[in-house]
């Protein structure tokens, strides 16, 4: 995250014309996005302090991709385009993990 940020910081002066030029509205997404993504890694790294074994089980687990399936299923304009195959493994590799990170945790 540091050398990412080091590199963002030297990049700056190549846009920094087009960022005055663009309203702020643009950026709040990304910003909230950042905002989430930096709370998630210290949340991560403080679990990953108290308990490396379930914290890993727990954050590798697929809600990611049951989010996408169930937000697809409301809204089909999303939906990626494979065959049928490709979604069956998909779910059944989501419910693999949650049975397996559900048996490490007794």
Partial sequence: MIIAQGLFIVTVPLFWKDLQTTHVR?????FLMSLASA?????A???????VGISSVILSLPF???ITIVISVINPKILEHHTAKIYIIRSVSAVIMLISALQLSR
Avoid: D, P, V
């Fill in 64 to 66: 990611s991709m049951i």
């Fill in 26 to 30: 643009k950026y709040s997404g990304l």
């Fill in 45 to 51: 790294n403080q679990a990953y302090a108290s308990n």
């Fill in 39 to 43: 709370g998630g890694t210290l949340a």
